[in-house]
Each structure stands twice: as C-alpha cells, then as structure tokens.
C-alpha cells in the first residue's frame, strides 16, 4: 500500500487561521448543546421531588462506566420550533446516541421530558426514526426511555401523526429483523408519547 505523504504545514498562516476558525464553531456547537442541558435542568427539582432521574441521569445509568457513547442529532430542531438563534433549544427533546449497554454497542433515544415534559415535536420525531433507520442498517439494539406528553396539541400538525406510525413502522421493522427493542416507562406517556 502507497504511503500517503501530507502537505499541510501546520505552522502556515492559513493552517492557524482555519484552525481557529474551527475551533471558534466547535465551540459555538458546544455553546447550543449546553443551551439544551441547561433548559432540561432547570427541571431538576421537579424531578427530585417525584424521586425520579432527569432524562440525562437515566442515560448516564444506562450506559456502561468508561465506554465510549456517539450522540447524533444534536442540533434537530435548532432554529425551527423558534426561529431566535439567541434563545432556540437544539435536540428536538430527544437525546440519542450510540453507547455500550452491558458490553453491547446500541442505539439509545431518551425522550427529554425536562424539555416542555418530553413534547414530540416533528424533529423529535424525524430523530428518532433517524436512529431506528441506523439501529436498523447497523444491527445495534435499539433502547428507548420515554417520559413524555406525547404530542403537543396546541400545536397541531397532522404531519406528527404520519412520523408517529413511522415510528411503530420502525419497531416492527427492528423486530422482523431480530434486533432486540426495549422501552422503559419512567412516568406518564400520554397522546402517544409512549410511542
């Protein structure tokens, strides 16, 4: 096999400048995800009174200690729910990501009902088909903990409805396909948030 031989000159000008201006949006990237956190833990209390775990407690207890854990779609629904750069809430109320659960690698989706109670939304529900789609392609165990209020109805949109049976199509699509699919309830599900 060829050796491949780079020319980049990390002591270039334009190598710094690039750097940085990556290193500026990566920032930013990690600005927004920590918007999410915060929006989320301002429930924390509630939670505690309850006696529950907040959404990202459940997930840390999920995964296994030390292993690695991919989040994807952290920027779902950014800018489309609220239009304001300065006060949109990345995420969709969904965390999702690939992490080991007992030595096995899985895609894992918890509804962030510390977010408007775990309210669907349309990009919440294009992530999780998103992640059912590579569970799926990859042969990954897909875990799901839902808290959620199902759909927000206020806010109508018969295109909900469509993602919501996508989402039934998906689990049954796992299911034909023998990978394992597990939900856990940790509170109230209601108009189709079990879903």
């Known amino acids: 096999m060829p050796v491949f031989e ?7 000008e334009a190598f710094a400048k690039n ?8 920032a930013h990237l990690r600005m927004l ?14 939670f505690e009174e309850r006696g529950q775990l907040t959404p990202r407690d459940r997930l840390a207890q999920l995964l296994d200690p030390g292993m690695p854990y991919l989040p994807l779609y952290n920027m779902a629904s ?14 969709g109320s969904v965390l999702a990501g690939i992490g080991y659960v007992s030595g096995v690698r899985s ?5 962030d009902s510390g977010i408007n109670a775990g309210a669907a939304t349309e990009m919440g529900f294009r992530k999780n088909l998103e992640a059912m789609q590579l569970a799926l392609a990859n ?27 996508g989402v039934f199509c998906s689990l049954g699509r796992l299911s034909a396909a023998g990978i394992p699919t597990m939900t856990v ?3 109230p599900s209601t108009a189709g948030g079990a879903s």
């Open 19 to 26: 750097r940085d201006d990556q290193l500026e949006k990566i």
């Open 139 to 165: 042969k990954l165990p897909f875990i799901h903990l839902v808290e959620s209020a199902g759909a927000n109805l206020m806010q109508y949109k018969v295109e909900l409805w469509a993602h919501g049976g």
């Open 6 to 12: 780079s020319k980049l000159d990390k002591k270039s």
């Open 107 to 111: 895609m894992i989706c918890v509804a």
């Open 78 to 91: 950014y800018c489309v729910d609220d239009p304001d750069r300065d006060t949109s809430i990345p995420g």
């Open 33 to 46: 995800e920590a918007r999410a956190e915060a929006a989320s833990e301002k429930r924390r209390p509630r």
């Open 185 to 187: 309830l940790h509170g």
